[in-house]
């Protein structure tokens, strides 16, 4: 069965993945004489940097999610799709999804990482990530419903583990994730649960390596780790976590630490697609791709963004795995299909590093730009500024602003909300879908 797509004689060019890099991509396209299926699992781009907002309740998930359909509603030569994407044929140019098979001319793989658990099942089955606003909206829940649980329980061991959070992983992710606790702790919590002791409730970050935030600059690094202590985090700089068992997190120098919640913010690993070549891998899992793109051994298989392993003599092990690389890397690819549509020279991708940014807390921020370096109060509305304008729609836009502004002028937030899924119906779902499937 064929996807049902309109056969219009142009070229077709089928992006998989409406993230930073795929929906930068399509954006780019709409200006040429082709045609572009954007196939994505999820009818929403979703703004990845303010995850940590949504499961701390201080944004609402539609402020950072925008409609696919919304952004081409004018662009006649966009097609979407909401489905998944089960294999390639490289073969007979096709894409095997669950609405059918869609036929391409070239193909762009721009589908992102997921969070990596280096092989530690018991860390994978019973913490946290935080790599999709799903993931974030089930972190509020548990974090929330914790909460609800410890005002009844009589035990205060068992107590303070219910209230207590381990966050692993000191990038930017662990690092803003840690400080909102903290300042929630100290500002929000108290407010809701007066019955509760907030002195009991720690907040553990750990990072292996000897700083957080160790992309960034040794100045940025010494700043947010003095922030971070200073809202009481409790930091464990070279140590690990090696084992969590749903109360107890264990680390590599056999302590046991008590909280009932751990955030996995340690690490990525690029997804997969099958019907690649084992060969087009790095060892790091990535696609390894030449300075246009294009996925080692195929000449039609393009990939951007964290997927894609692009080396050059400044990066030998690729270009980091942030929005700003995709986005660039979506920007030139679109030029350079129109140029080999048209059998002319391409651009070899050359990547601009914009700086990097991360909020720890209220007046608290750092920023690393490529003539600039600054922390505190400055840095934080510089960061607040940047994110506002990098959100999809006008509307968004100002949703986000007011949360902001309400939660600076109130120290509070309106959004501490625990939506639980309906059981019932996914299971009736479920047992339809498998009558479906059971069906001659």
Known sequence: MFANLPETGQKRIVIVGAGFGGLTLAQKLARYDVQVVLVDKNNYHQFQPLFYQVAMAGLEPSAISFPIRKIFQKQKNIHVRITAVNRIDTQIKQLKTDIGVINYDYLVLAIGADTNYYGMENIEKNGIPMKSISEAIYLRNRVLQNFEDALSEPDEEEKEGMMSVVVVGGGPTGVELSGTLAEMRKMILPKDYPELDFERMKIYLFQSGDRV??????????????????????????????????????????DRIRANNLVWAAGIKSNRIE??????????????????????????????????????????????????????????????????????????????????????????????????????????????????????????????????????????????????PNWRILNRKSEKKEEIEAEP
């Open 213 to 254: 935030l160790p992309t960034m600059s040794d100045q940025a690094a010494d700043k947010g780790g003095k922030y971070l202590e200073e809202l009481g985090v409790d930091l464990r700089l070279g140590e690990r976590v090696v084992d969590f068992d749903g109360r107890y997190a264990i680390t590599n120098k056999g």
């Open 275 to 420: 019907g690649l070549a084992d060969e087009a891998y790095s060892r790091s899992g990535r696609l390894q791709v030449d300075g246009i793109s294009c996925v080692q051994g195929y000449t039609d298989v393009f990939a951007i963004g964290d997927m894609a392993e692009m080396v050059s003599e400044e990066y030998p092990r690729g270009h980091p795995q942030l929005a700003q690389a995709a986005i660039q890397q979506g920007e030139l690819l679109a030029e350079n299909l129109f140029q080999l549509i048209k059998g002319e020279p391409t651009e070899n991708f050359e990547y601009k590093d914009l700086g990097s940014m991360a909020t720890i807390g209220r007046n608290l921020a750092v920023v690393d730009l490529p003539f600039w370096r600054f922390q505190g109060a400055f840095a934080w509305y510089v960061w607040m500024f940047v994110h506002l304008m990098a959100i999809l729609g006008a509307k968004n836009k100002l949703m986000v602003l007011i949360n902001w502004v309400w939660s600076y002028i109130t120290y509070d937030q309106s959004l501490r909300l625990i939506i639980k």
